[in-house]
């Protein structure tokens, strides 16, 4: 079965690598800025780390399952070429939202674009298989 879906399985497993860079980033800044677990409240600086890694979180949850339903529906190469936005879109994100709050807007957008069109595409596959 991942032999037919190679490309989907690689994009999946580098977003899930980008997740796991931004939680071993909270224990850094845990570390640098003194903020004891289980404690979320520290400087601006660390609760940004802390966001970042949160937040990515809250986007997995929709992101993994609507890239396997559009893999299903529309195959391996579109879901691996929408859903390399996602991982990309992080970064930016991250990167950005480290230096300032309101500079992470570019790579939430590009995170929400790949999500949309991966969420839109799962329906219009399951309706299309209904009908």
């Known amino acids: 079965m991942l032999e037919d879906f190679p490309l989907t399985a690689l994009v ?4 899930l690598g980008v997740y796991l860079w ?3 980033k ?4 845990r ?3 003194g903020v004891k677990a289980p404690s979320i409240d520290g400087p601006p600086d660390f609760q940004r780390v802390f966001r970042v890694q949160q937040n990515t979180l809250e986007q997995l949850a929709l992101y993994v ?3 396997w339903i559009f893999a299903l529906a529309w195959g391996d190469v579109a879901a691996a070429a929408v859903g390399a936005l996602w991982p990309i879109g992080r970064i930016m994100y991250a990167l950005s939202y480290y230096q300032a709050a ?3 807007g570019a790579g939430f957008g590009i995170t929400f674009l790949s999500s949309g069109v991966l969420l839109i ?3 219009a596959g399951a309706v299309m298989t209904l009908i």
């Open 22 to 24: 931004v939680t071993l």
């Open 12 to 15: 999946t497993t580098i977003s």
């Open 65 to 67: 399952p609507v890239q």
């Open 31 to 33: 570390a640098k800025h």
């Open 102 to 104: 309101e500079k992470r």
């Open 121 to 123: 595409g799962s329906l």
């Open 26 to 29: 909270v224990g850094g800044a």
